[in-house]
Protein backbone atom coordinates (compact mmCIF):
# COMPACT_ATOMS: atom_id res chain seq x y z
CA UNK A 1 0.00 0.00 0.00
CA UNK A 2 1.19 3.68 -0.81
CA UNK A 3 0.49 6.76 0.68
CA UNK A 4 0.55 10.20 -0.25
CA UNK A 5 3.57 12.43 1.23
CA UNK A 6 2.04 15.26 3.46
CA UNK A 7 1.17 18.68 1.88
CA UNK A 8 3.69 21.04 2.78
CA UNK A 9 1.14 23.44 4.48
CA UNK A 10 0.29 19.99 6.84
CA UNK A 11 4.12 19.67 7.90
CA UNK A 12 4.93 23.22 8.28
CA UNK A 13 1.40 24.07 10.10
CA UNK A 14 2.56 23.03 13.92
CA UNK A 15 5.84 24.43 13.51
CA UNK A 16 4.97 27.49 12.31
CA UNK A 17 1.95 27.74 14.93
CA UNK A 18 4.55 26.99 17.68
CA UNK A 19 7.29 29.53 16.67
CA UNK A 20 5.06 32.10 14.98
CA UNK A 21 5.37 34.74 17.98
CA UNK A 22 9.22 34.24 18.62
CA UNK A 23 9.51 34.80 14.72
CA UNK A 24 7.77 37.93 14.85
CA UNK A 25 9.70 39.38 17.66
CA UNK A 26 12.79 38.58 15.46
CA UNK A 27 11.33 40.17 12.54
CA UNK A 28 9.80 43.07 14.25
CA UNK A 29 12.95 43.87 16.13
CA UNK A 30 16.31 42.92 14.43
CA UNK A 31 18.46 46.19 13.80
CA UNK A 32 19.15 44.18 10.25
CA UNK A 33 15.43 43.91 9.65
CA UNK A 34 14.98 47.89 8.93
CA UNK A 35 15.16 49.31 5.71
CA UNK A 36 18.07 51.70 6.71
CA UNK A 37 20.05 48.88 7.93
CA UNK A 38 23.65 49.57 7.41
CA UNK A 39 26.81 46.91 6.91
CA UNK A 40 27.53 47.60 10.24
CA UNK A 41 24.11 46.04 11.36
CA UNK A 42 24.99 43.09 8.95
CA UNK A 43 28.05 42.33 10.39
CA UNK A 44 27.09 42.52 14.52
CA UNK A 45 23.95 40.30 12.98
CA UNK A 46 26.61 37.23 11.48
CA UNK A 47 28.53 37.89 14.07
CA UNK A 48 26.08 37.71 16.72
CA UNK A 49 24.23 34.56 14.68
CA UNK A 50 27.86 32.71 13.75
CA UNK A 51 28.02 30.70 17.29
CA UNK A 52 24.32 29.49 17.32
CA UNK A 53 24.81 28.49 13.46
CA UNK A 54 27.96 26.42 14.52
CA UNK A 55 25.77 25.19 17.19
CA UNK A 56 22.94 24.09 15.41
CA UNK A 57 24.97 22.92 13.05
CA UNK A 58 26.42 20.21 16.00
CA UNK A 59 23.10 19.27 17.16
CA UNK A 60 22.11 18.47 12.98
CA UNK A 61 24.82 15.87 13.28
CA UNK A 62 24.47 14.76 16.55
CA UNK A 63 22.21 11.80 15.49
CA UNK A 64 23.89 10.48 12.74
CA UNK A 65 21.16 10.50 10.14
CA UNK A 66 22.28 10.94 6.67
CA UNK A 67 19.42 13.80 5.97
CA UNK A 68 20.33 15.60 9.04
CA UNK A 69 23.98 15.21 7.97
CA UNK A 70 23.46 16.71 4.73
CA UNK A 71 21.55 19.58 6.25
CA UNK A 72 24.87 19.87 8.81
CA UNK A 73 27.17 20.05 5.40
CA UNK A 74 24.80 22.51 3.85
CA UNK A 75 24.73 24.39 7.06
CA UNK A 76 29.05 24.26 7.28
CA UNK A 77 28.31 26.46 3.54
CA UNK A 78 26.77 29.18 5.00
CA UNK A 79 28.97 29.58 7.80
CA UNK A 80 32.07 29.18 5.22
CA UNK A 81 29.29 32.46 3.54
CA UNK A 82 29.23 34.60 6.79
CA UNK A 83 33.29 33.87 7.27
CA UNK A 84 34.05 35.65 4.01
CA UNK A 85 31.83 38.03 4.78
CA UNK A 86 32.82 39.05 7.98
CA UNK A 87 36.55 38.72 6.57
CA UNK A 88 35.23 41.54 3.55
CA UNK A 89 33.90 43.50 6.29
CA UNK A 90 37.19 43.93 8.07
CA UNK A 91 34.51 43.05 11.04
CA UNK A 92 36.44 41.37 14.34
CA UNK A 93 35.86 38.07 14.25
CA UNK A 94 35.48 35.24 16.86
CA UNK A 95 37.92 32.79 15.27
CA UNK A 96 36.93 29.27 14.52
CA UNK A 97 36.62 28.48 18.33
CA UNK A 98 34.92 31.54 19.46
CA UNK A 99 34.85 33.94 22.09
CA UNK A 100 35.22 33.30 25.81
CA UNK A 101 31.75 34.64 26.10
CA UNK A 102 30.59 31.35 23.38
CA UNK A 103 32.92 28.95 25.22
CA UNK A 104 31.03 29.27 28.76
CA UNK A 105 27.79 29.24 26.89
CA UNK A 106 25.90 25.98 27.41
CA UNK A 107 23.66 26.55 24.51
CA UNK A 108 25.67 24.33 22.24
CA UNK A 109 25.87 21.47 24.73
CA UNK A 110 22.09 21.29 25.31
CA UNK A 111 20.85 21.47 22.02
CA UNK A 112 23.34 18.63 20.91
CA UNK A 113 21.88 16.17 23.34
CA UNK A 114 19.01 16.64 22.90
CA UNK A 115 18.97 16.06 18.96
CA UNK A 116 21.22 13.03 19.72
CA UNK A 117 18.45 11.51 22.04
CA UNK A 118 15.83 12.43 19.35
CA UNK A 119 16.26 13.09 15.82
CA UNK A 120 12.47 14.25 15.27
CA UNK A 121 14.11 17.30 17.92
CA UNK A 122 17.10 17.92 15.25
CA UNK A 123 13.97 18.07 12.28
CA UNK A 124 12.84 20.31 14.46
CA UNK A 125 16.29 22.86 14.52
CA UNK A 126 16.30 22.25 11.00
CA UNK A 127 13.45 23.76 10.48
CA UNK A 128 14.20 26.78 11.72
CA UNK A 129 17.62 26.82 10.01
CA UNK A 130 16.15 25.81 6.92
CA UNK A 131 13.60 28.38 7.11
CA UNK A 132 15.89 31.32 7.73
CA UNK A 133 17.36 31.45 4.61
CA UNK A 134 14.00 32.67 3.58
CA UNK A 135 14.14 35.39 5.72
CA UNK A 136 17.96 36.00 4.43
CA UNK A 137 16.78 36.04 0.92
CA UNK A 138 14.39 38.72 1.62
CA UNK A 139 16.26 40.65 3.70
CA UNK A 140 18.98 40.64 0.55
CA UNK A 141 16.39 41.89 -1.92
CA UNK A 142 15.75 44.49 0.33
CA UNK A 143 19.47 45.38 1.54
CA UNK A 144 21.56 44.48 -1.58
CA UNK A 145 20.78 47.39 -3.91
CA UNK A 146 21.82 49.77 -1.49
CA UNK A 147 24.24 47.97 -0.25
CA UNK A 148 26.67 46.50 -2.89
CA UNK A 149 29.02 46.09 -3.76
CA UNK A 150 29.22 43.90 -0.74
CA UNK A 151 27.86 40.91 -2.41
CA UNK A 152 26.02 39.38 1.33
CA UNK A 153 26.56 36.25 0.51
CA UNK A 154 25.01 34.86 3.91
CA UNK A 155 21.89 36.07 2.93
CA UNK A 156 21.92 34.87 -0.53
CA UNK A 157 20.83 30.49 -0.53
CA UNK A 158 23.62 27.71 -0.99
CA UNK A 159 23.19 24.28 -2.60
CA UNK A 160 20.15 25.43 -4.88
CA UNK A 161 20.91 24.37 -8.16
CA UNK A 162 16.67 24.43 -8.69
CA UNK A 163 16.23 27.47 -7.08
CA UNK A 164 15.40 28.45 -3.32
CA UNK A 165 12.11 27.23 -3.73
CA UNK A 166 12.74 23.23 -4.96
CA UNK A 167 15.31 23.28 -2.18
CA UNK A 168 12.82 24.47 0.47
CA UNK A 169 10.26 22.25 -0.93
CA UNK A 170 12.36 19.10 -1.30
CA UNK A 171 13.50 20.00 2.53
CA UNK A 172 9.69 20.40 3.73
CA UNK A 173 9.08 16.89 2.01
CA UNK A 174 11.85 15.11 4.29
CA UNK A 175 10.82 16.81 6.94
CA UNK A 176 7.42 15.53 6.47
CA UNK A 177 8.66 11.70 5.82
CA UNK A 178 11.00 12.38 9.16
CA UNK A 179 7.35 13.39 11.32
CA UNK A 180 5.29 10.53 10.62
CA UNK A 181 3.76 10.13 14.21
CA UNK A 182 2.21 12.77 16.34
CA UNK A 183 5.31 11.72 19.10
CA UNK A 184 8.01 13.14 16.32
CA UNK A 185 5.62 15.88 15.87
CA UNK A 186 6.03 17.20 19.39
CA UNK A 187 9.62 16.63 19.38
CA UNK A 188 10.06 18.70 16.40
CA UNK A 189 7.88 21.71 17.59
CA UNK A 190 10.20 21.49 20.66
CA UNK A 191 13.03 21.69 18.41
CA UNK A 192 11.84 24.53 16.62
CA UNK A 193 10.96 25.99 19.57
CA UNK A 194 14.55 25.55 20.87
CA UNK A 195 16.02 26.93 17.64
CA UNK A 196 14.42 30.34 18.07
CA UNK A 197 14.75 30.50 21.70
CA UNK A 198 18.32 30.02 21.96
CA UNK A 199 18.98 32.50 19.02
CA UNK A 200 16.89 35.13 20.47
CA UNK A 201 19.60 36.60 23.53
CA UNK A 202 21.96 36.78 21.55
CA UNK A 203 20.37 39.80 20.30
CA UNK A 204 19.31 40.63 23.34
CA UNK A 205 15.52 39.69 22.97
C1 LIG B 1 17.95 34.93 12.20
C2 LIG B 1 16.70 35.12 12.46
C3 LIG B 1 15.59 34.41 11.72
C4 LIG B 1 15.20 33.11 11.77
C5 LIG B 1 15.82 31.99 12.60
C6 LIG B 1 14.08 32.96 10.86
C7 LIG B 1 13.39 31.78 10.64
C8 LIG B 1 12.45 31.60 9.65
C9 LIG B 1 11.72 30.38 9.39
C10 LIG B 1 11.83 29.10 10.22
C11 LIG B 1 10.95 30.58 8.31
C12 LIG B 1 10.04 29.56 7.64
C13 LIG B 1 8.59 29.85 7.97
C14 LIG B 1 7.66 28.86 7.31
O1 LIG B 1 7.43 28.99 6.10
O2 LIG B 1 7.15 27.98 8.01
C15 LIG B 1 11.18 31.94 7.87
C16 LIG B 1 10.57 32.54 6.78
C17 LIG B 1 10.64 33.87 6.51
N1 LIG B 1 11.25 34.84 7.27
FE1 LIG B 1 12.46 34.51 8.83
N2 LIG B 1 13.80 34.17 10.28
C18 LIG B 1 14.70 35.08 10.79
C19 LIG B 1 14.76 36.42 10.51
C20 LIG B 1 13.91 37.06 9.68
C21 LIG B 1 13.86 38.49 9.53
C22 LIG B 1 14.71 39.50 10.31
C23 LIG B 1 12.94 38.75 8.59
C24 LIG B 1 12.52 40.11 8.13
C25 LIG B 1 12.76 40.55 6.96
C26 LIG B 1 12.40 37.47 8.14
C27 LIG B 1 11.47 37.28 7.14
C28 LIG B 1 11.03 36.07 6.67
C29 LIG B 1 10.26 35.88 5.46
C30 LIG B 1 9.83 36.98 4.49
C31 LIG B 1 10.02 34.50 5.36
C32 LIG B 1 9.30 33.79 4.23
C33 LIG B 1 7.87 33.65 4.51
C34 LIG B 1 7.22 32.94 3.35
O3 LIG B 1 7.71 33.04 2.22
O4 LIG B 1 6.23 32.25 3.61
N3 LIG B 1 13.00 36.47 8.84
N4 LIG B 1 12.08 32.53 8.72
Known amino acids: MTTNPPAIADVLRP ?5 QALHEALDSQLPI ?4 ASLADYAAHLRALRPWLQAVRAALAA ?9 ARRTDRRLAALALDLDDLGAPSAGAHGTAR ?3 DAMPAALSEEAARDPAFAWGLAYVVEGSQLGGMAMHKRLAPRLAPHPMRYFQPVDAPCGPAAQWKDFVAQLGAALADPAAEESARRGATAGFRSLMPRFGL
Do not use: K, N, Y
Request: glycine share 10%; charged share 30%; proline share 10%.
Open 15 to 19: LRAAT
Open 33 to 36: ARAD
Open 63 to 71: PGVPGLDRL
Open 102 to 104: ESV
